[in-house]
C-alpha cells in the first residue's frame, strides 16, 4: 500500500496500514539482502563449482587495442 495522500487527510487506520506496509517492505529487503550476502559468501561459491580443486584454469591474453 503506497499512498500519495498528506498524512493529515488520512484517518488513524490509513495511516497504521501505511506505517505497516513501509515496515513490511523494510523487512522484505533486509531479509532478501541477508539471503544474497549468504548466497555470496564464500562457503557457498566454493561448493557452487563444477570444478575439482587441483584443476588448473588458463587464460588467453586479450590483443592489445
Known sequence: ??????PESMTPAEREAEIASILARGLVRAHRAQ??????????R?????????ASLSV?????G
Open 35 to 44: 539471503h544474497e550476502n549468504a548466497a555470496n559468501s564464500g562457503d557457498s
Open 1 to 6: 500500500m503506497v499512498s500519495t495522500r498528506k
Open 60 to 64: 588467453e591474453t586479450r590483443p592489445a
Open 46 to 54: 566454493a561448493e557452487g563449482l563444477e570444478l575439482s580443486g587441483d
